[in-house]
């Protein structure tokens, strides 16, 4: 059987893990909303959050959690003082109770709920523990501050702990978080819904000397053997560490002030010691996506930044965005990125295409590349406007427009493009002057006022895709292959390229043509 089913059955028989007789009180409720914190006769500690089943710490459903206030004393004997858990820790000496005090405040930020807990390692002439325990309504976190006096008649040395079994989400497996603040925190996360807890550090008090997010259980490199563990030396209990792989996670905190080595060293006889933190409880909050809604020119990217903490404020560090665009620049796969220290992600829209595009992220706890119903999610606008016109490039080859003839070749317009374009071309012919023409004897004031003949042919329409070079041959119409046959003209080719945005380039060539000379018919050489 596994041990914390062990232990759990038999706290309903009224059995501590050792078997001893166990006749406690039930823990003081203190009523808040949308948190109920309760304290247990030895400062046990347990949450629940409205409209959740479950506790915050194990076991789960029990009033008394698995969290708590630990000494570890190294004076006489080195005895480490606490309580006998569900499933943890076993082997601490009991507390011996002093007193439970009844809820005041109004639950204000002004007048918390407060609860005040005492209990000692001793009946006399030990340290006794003044446990306050305040709740703000609205809140996902609670205030605990321990006071420890010494009541005996010499220095003492101590090391005090507080350390937890973490149960978030209809689950005690997740991993580690540490951040480094102000105010440091160390918890654990549930994997696949991203809910979460632990302790943070409450600025202006007694700093912790060291914490550690390790593995629920009694062995040495686990939490509650660490606890049990504590009093065997100055040395430091925590090391500092996170772990990262799932696992029935657990966490704690420590202050070494007054052990040897630490400072002041010891706790004179009649003084205290305040030492205080923050239990948090916390849910995803809502993953924001900033800027909502962008605009940007066709091929300049916009670079969303993804915000994505707890309702506490903890940043999701280290944890993977994944994202997909549709619209315009549609992604095949979705794309990823990384939660930094501070909380954001950068996700990226390259805006390749113009058009809109949404931009939809979330917040893949568990990293298995699926959304869950519990994964945040959000969305963005990008629309990218293409105002640049398409560039083509003009190629004119042969000097027959209309079909071959004599010794040259037909007349080819060639068109090539750098992106998809509808294009039309254009092509006017002007008659040049004949080598023999009257201009000698043609008074200038009559050769100024002749009209410059200008001959429209029939445009042509293509479409052209980038990097596709398209030939478009001319037409010439019947009268105009007999009126100027045999004759050379200038050939003005004008290319309009539209593309799907609607910007307009226009690029004009010129070419002197000639057109052919009529072949004579049958009918006529016989005449001859």
Same mark, same amino acid.
């Given at each position: 059987?596994?041990?914390?089913?062990?232990?759990?059955?038999?706290?309903?028989?009224?059995?501590?893990?050792?078997?001893?007789?166990?006749?406690?009180?039930?823990?003081?409720?203190?009523?808040?909303?949308?948190?109920?914190?309760?304290?247990?006769?030895?400062?046990?500690?347990?949450?629940?959050?409205?409209?959740?089943?479950?506790?915050?710490?194990?076991?789960?459903?029990?009033?008394?959690?698995?969290?708590?206030?630990?000494?570890?004393?190294?004076?006489?004997?080195?005895?480490?003082?606490?309580?006998?858990?569900?499933?943890?820790?076993?082997?601490?000496?009991?507390?011996?109770?002093?007193?439970?005090?009844?809820?005041?405040?109004?639950?204000?930020?002004?007048?918390?709920?407060?609860?005040?807990?005492?209990?000692?390692?001793?009946?006399?002439?030990?340290?006794?523990?003044?446990?306050?325990?305040?709740?703000?309504?609205?809140?996902?976190?609670?205030?605990?501050?321990?006071?420890?006096?010494?009541?005996?008649?010499?220095?003492?040395?101590?090391?005090?702990?507080?350390?937890?079994?973490?149960?978030?989400?209809?689950?005690?497996?997740?991993?580690?978080?540490?951040?480094?603040?102000?105010?440091?925190?160390?918890?654990?996360?549930?994997?696949?819904?991203?809910?979460?807890?632990?302790?943070?550090?409450?600025?202006?008090?007694?700093?912790?000397?060291?914490?550690?997010?390790?593995?629920?259980?009694?062995?040495?490199?686990?939490?509650?053997?660490?606890?049990?563990?504590?009093?065997?030396?100055?040395?430091?209990?925590?090391?500092?560490?996170?772990?990262?792989?799932?696992?029935?996670?657990?966490?704690?905190?420590?202050?070494?002030?007054?052990?040897?080595?630490?400072?002041?060293?010891?706790?004179?006889?009649?003084?205290?010691?305040?030492?205080?933190?923050?239990?948090?409880?916390?849910?995803?909050?809502?993953?924001?996506?900033?800027?909502?809604?962008?605009?940007?020119?066709?091929?300049?990217?916009?670079?969303?930044?993804?915000?994505?903490?707890?309702?506490?404020?903890?940043?999701?560090?280290?944890?993977?965005?994944?994202?997909?665009?549709?619209?315009?620049?549609?992604?095949?796969?979705?794309?990823?990125?990384?939660?930094?220290?501070?909380?954001?992600?950068?996700?990226?829209?390259?805006?390749?295409?113009?058009?809109?595009?949404?931009?939809?992220?979330?917040?893949?706890?568990?990293?298995?590349?699926?959304?869950?119903?519990?994964?945040?999610?959000?969305?963005?606008?990008?629309?990218?406007?293409?105002?640049?016109?398409?560039?083509? @490039?003009?190629?004119?080859?042969?000097?027959?427009?209309?079909?071959?003839?004599?010794?040259?070749?037909?007349?080819?317009?060639?068109?090539?493009?750098?992106?998809?374009?509808?294009?039309?071309?254009?092509?006017?012919?002007?008659?040049?002057?004949?080598?023999?023409?009257?201009?000698?004897?043609?008074?200038?004031?009559? @050769?100024?006022?002749?009209?410059?003949?200008?001959?429209?042919?029939?445009?042509?329409?293509?479409?052209?895709?980038?990097?596709?070079?398209?030939?478009?041959?001319?037409?010439?119409?019947?009268?105009?292959?007999?009126?100027?046959?045999?004759?050379?003209?200038?050939?003005?080719?004008?290319?309009?390229?539209?593309?799907?945005?609607?910007?307009?380039?226009?690029?004009?060539?010129?070419?002197?043509?000639?057109?052919?000379?009529?072949?004579?018919?049958?009918?006529?050489?016989?005449?001859?």
């Amino acid at each position: 059987m596994h041990r914390r089913v062990v232990a759990a059955a038999l706290a309903v028989m009224g059995l501590g893990a050792a078997g001893a007789s166990v006749a406690s009180a039930a823990p003081v409720a203190l009523g808040g909303a949308p948190m109920n914190v309760y304290v247990g006769e030895l400062g046990q500690l347990q949450a629940f959050r409205a409209g959740v089943p479950d506790g915050i710490y194990y076991a789960p459903t029990n009033t008394t959690g698995d969290a708590g206030f630990f000494l570890a004393v190294r004076d006489g004997t080195p005895t480490v003082y606490g309580f006998d858990g569900n499933a943890g820790p076993h082997g601490t000496t009991d507390y011996t109770l002093g007193s439970q005090g009844a809820v005041t405040g109004s639950g204000t930020a002004g007048d918390p709920l407060k609860q005040v807990t005492v209990y000692r390692t001793a009946a006399s002439n030990g340290l006794e523990v003044t446990q306050t325990t305040s709740y703000v309504n609205g809140s996902q976190f609670f205030t605990i501050t321990w006071v420890v006096r010494n009541t005996g008649a010499a220095a003492a040395h101590f090391k005090a702990l507080a350390a937890a079994d973490f149960f978030f989400d209809g689950s005690d497996r997740g991993t580690g978080i540490y951040t480094q603040g102000p105010p440091q925190f160390i918890g654990g996360t549930n994997a696949d819904t991203g809910n979460s807890g632990g302790f943070a550090e409450v600025p202006g008090t007694t700093a912790w000397s060291r914490y550690q997010a390790l593995a629920f259980g009694s062995a040495d490199n686990e939490v509650w053997g660490k606890i049990n563990n504590a009093a065997a030396a100055d040395a430091p209990t925590f090391d500092d560490s996170v772990v990262g792989e799932q696992v029935d996670n657990a966490g704690g905190v420590e202050w070494d002030q007054y052990v040897t080595g630490g400072s002041p060293r010891s706790l004179a006889a009649g003084a205290s010691a305040s030492f205080s933190l923050v239990a948090r409880s916390a849910v995803p909050s809502a993953l924001q996506l900033n800027p909502p809604n962008a605009g940007s020119p066709k091929g300049v990217p916009i670079n969303f930044t993804v915000g994505a903490f707890d309702t506490n404020g903890t940043p999701y560090a280290g944890k993977t965005i994944r994202y997909a665009i549709t619209g315009a620049n549609a992604t095949p796969t979705t794309l990823t990125a990384t939660v930094g220290p501070d909380g954001n992600a950068v996700i990226t829209d390259p805006g390749t295409n113009a058009g809109p595009d949404t931009v939809v992220a979330f917040l893949d706890f568990n990293n298995n590349g699926t959304r869950e119903a519990a994964e945040p999610q959000a969305s963005a606008l990008a629309t990218f406007v293409d105002n640049v016109p398409p560039s083509c @490039k003009v190629k004119v080859s042969g000097d027959r427009p209309g079909g071959s003839g004599g010794a040259g070749k037909p007349l080819i317009i060639t068109v090539n493009c750098n992106e998809p374009s509808t294009v039309t071309v254009q092509t006017t012919l002007t008659p040049r002057a004949g080598a023999h023409a009257r201009a000698a004897t043609v008074d200038k004031k009559k @050769k100024a006022k002749k009209k410059k003949v200008t001959i429209k042919l029939k445009s042509a329409t293509v479409t052209v895709l980038p990097g596709q070079k398209v030939p478009v041959a001319l037409k010439l119409s019947s009268a105009v292959r007999k009126k100027y046959a045999g004759k050379t003209l200038t050939a003005t080719i004008t290319v309009t390229a539209r593309d799907a945005s609607g910007n307009v380039k226009k690029t004009k060539a010129t070419r002197t043509v000639k057109l052919a000379k009529l072949k004579k018919s049958k009918a006529h050489k016989h005449r001859k």
